[in-house]
């Protein structure tokens, strides 16, 4: 990514940052975007295979976001070991601010 193109970026980081949103870290917003764009990754460990990145990991990311009501844990009902990781509303709503705020920035220096 060149220079410029974070310059384009920089209006939705301030943004972000003056916001009352929740402040996720990179790995917090990799697991919910992947959650929420990937449909065949629902469980800790599919998105421990896809991200390469350990359970623990993944389980630590998704505590956070749980507790932000953005993702919920649901058991497994085919396989008891595993957990399904579910989308919320309230991460519907932070996934779709995000992207307007990108959106915006995109157009901000054009």
Same mark, same amino acid.
């Given at each position: ?12 980081? %301030? ?37 390469? %990145?350990?359970?623990?990991? %993944? ?52």
């Amino acid at each position: 990514m060149s220079l410029n193109e974070l310059e384009k970026i920089y209006f939705s980081v %301030i943004n972000s940052i003056r916001s009352s949103q929740k402040d996720l870290s990179e790995r917090q917003k990799g697991v919910l975007l992947t959650v929420y764009l990937k449909e065949d990754l629902q469980t800790v460990r599919s998105l421990s295979r896809h991200l390469r %990145i350990s359970k623990a990991a %993944i389980s630590r990311a998704v505590d956070t976001l749980e507790s932000y009501g953005f993702l919920r844990r649901m058991p497994d009902k085919r396989d008891k070991r595993s957990v399904i990781i579910n989308k919320t509303v309230e991460g519907r709503v932070y996934v779709d601010d995000w992207n307007d705020s990108l959106g915006k920035s995109k157009n901000f220096l054009i």
